[in-house]
């Protein structure tokens, strides 16, 4: 049969992808990498920086290193430290290389505006935006594809909140089930797809909530990530009732399998990478040593198998760089950052090699540029837009291109940190504001109390700083309560054991 011959000698160009790891002086060593057990890559990377979540004793903290500090880094390095418990996950904001997203462990997530002279007196502890509306830890922060500081978090409160970074305002919230441990926006930022603890995979309207679909993707227990595909299919990853990892390809739209396969029987996660301009997928799996990738195509079989880089040492995360940070004379197409066990963190390089110098507009279609489609609002008014494209190549960039990205580029003022009293009160609605919000409120309701504050400044600072300090307390017992839960139910599981073997 000559159409099943064609299929299997299938004409490709990145047949012959190689990945190839950095040598040991263009490696960054000595770091504290976080012990946590949280599914997250732990490592996040830009054209101009890479950020990685380390072990911060006494709150959450992450290093962010420029691409040229190779070597060991120094044994007590400035980090970004605000946060008051660990880290769980970071995000380099796509429109604009100095902004990343932080969430964490103190029910809140953070933007941080990164500097060169941002680590000058030690470490960074004060936030660009504070973003507090979860009333437990959040786990994950996606940033919106084409507009403009419009950010994604997801907490264990079963909530997703889409914000207005600029005006740290909550657009719209979302409740769910179960803890979204996963999620992925459309090409156009419209939908997302994200995967619950329930074993669910919903579609969701980003604007008004609905949710579009709903299908139980993969059977087993243990967590699944899923993402949107530039055509609009969706891309999982996940267990069988086996416990067997398994990857899978579904209708964005309906979640109709399309196809699935198993894998292998590792039980690490399997963490996607997905490059949208050449439809290459990386799956990279918690404590292997292999990164697989494969090619996705319109037609069946749809996933096709191109290689797998190995190594010796397992990998703890995995950043991945953004197409305009590659070195396209060496045709490298994708560079990923792997995070060792021990510390290291290796850069792996995964080019096609071909034998002219020229540069090979086959290999390189325009890419997301630095610059954004849409603001906030227009998003939240009902327009949808792909995100702005770029050539890849290095002098195809004209005078006019720059200039014309400078001007859509802007940078949000700096504003005054509100306090939490003057946050509620904004909000008007006390039922939205967080419960430490509300404790902090109780206590500064007195209206004498708020007519000396109109009177004297210097109270004003007394009492927010008093504000803090209650929000911490409560965050304190927030988190101590949540250990008792855990030590309850283990209590609760131990006696049943004890029970079982005596009736037995």
Known sequence: ?????????????????????????????????????????????????????TDAAGGGAFMVLAHDQYGRVERDPPLVAGHKAAVLDVQ?????????????????????????????????????????????????????????????????????????????????????????????????GSMFVCSCKDKVTRVVNARTGEFVAEEK??????????LFLRDGRVFSTGFSRMSERQWGLWNGSTLEPIDKQELDN???????????????????????????YFEVTEDAPYVHFLNVFQSSEPQRGMGWMP????????????????????????????????????????????????????TAEEWLQGKDAEPVLSPVRPDAASAADIAAAKAKKRVPEKRPKKSAASAAADKGDRADVPANHLLANSNSSDSTAAATVAADPADTSALESRVADLEATVQNLTSLVESMRDSMAQLTSECEQLRATRVG
């Open 92 to 188: 380099w904001c796509p429109h604009d290389d100095e902004f990343i997203a932080s969430a964490s462990e103190d029910c809140t997530a953070k933007v941080w505006r990164i500097l060169p002279e941002s680590f000058s007196d030690g470490n960074l502890t004060e936030s660009y935006r504070d973003l507090v509306a979860h009333n437990r830890r959040v786990g994950l922060v996606v940033w919106h594809p084409s507009a403009y500081m419009v950010l994604l978090t997801a907490g264990a409160d079963n909530k997703v909140l889409i914000w207005n970074v600029e005006e740290e305002e909550v657009m719209k919230e979302i409740e769910f089930p179960d803890n979204v441990l996963s999620c992925s926006f459309n090409w156009v």
């Open 323 to 374: 197409k305009r940070g590659l070195d396209v004379s060496s045709c490298e197409i994708s560079r990923l950052y792997k995070l060792h066990q021990k510390g290291l963190c290796e850069p792996i390089s995964f080019t096609v090699p071909r034998k002219s110098e020229l540069f090979q507009d086959d290999l390189y279609p325009d890419t997301c540029a630095e610059s954004y489609a849409l």
């Open 266 to 292: 590792s039980n690490g996660v399997l963490f996607p990478f997905y490059d949208p301009d050449v439809n290459l997928l990386y799956l990279v799996g918690k404590g292997d040593s292999v990164i697989r």
């Open 1 to 53: 049969d000559m159409a099943a011959f064609a299929g299997r000698f299938r004409q490709s160009k990145f047949k012959h992808v190689f990945g190839k790891g950095a040598k040991r002086e263009f490696c960054y060593d000595n770091i504290r990498v976080t012990k946590s057990s949280w599914d997250s890559t732990f490592c996040a990377v830009n054209p101009k920086y890479i950020a990685i979540i």
């Open 217 to 226: 993707l993969h059977e087993g227990t243990k967590p699944q990530q899923v």
